[in-house]
C-alpha cells in the first residue's frame, strides 16, 4: 500500500497538444536536437512520432513511440 501512496504523490499530469491529459510517466522530454534525430530515425523505421510541446517551450514525446524508435 505503502508503495500506490508513493506513487500517486509523484504522478503528474501534462497536456498534449490537443488538450488532453496524460500521466509525465508515459511521456519522455527531448531536446530540439533530440526532436531532429528521433524524426530521422522514425521515418528510416516508419514509425510514428509526435512530438508535443509542453509548458515554457519544452518538447516531449509518447513514451511508447520514443520505445518503439529506439528498439
Do not use: P
Amino acid at each position: 500500500m505503502m508503495d500506490t501512496l508513493e506513487q500517486d504523490r509523484k504522478w503528474h499530469l501534462i497536456r498534449n497538444d490537443n488538450g488532453e491529459w496524460i500521466s509525465d510517466d508515459n511521456a519522455v522530454e527531448v531536446s530540439k536536437e533530440d526532436v531532429q534525430r528521433l524524426k530521422l530515425m522514425a521515418m528510416r523505421a516508419n514509425k510514428n512520432l509526435s512530438v508535443q510541446h509542453g509548458m515554457e517551450g519544452c518538447l516531449w514525446c509518447y513514451k511508447h513511440e520514443f520505445e518503439a524508435i529506439n528498439n
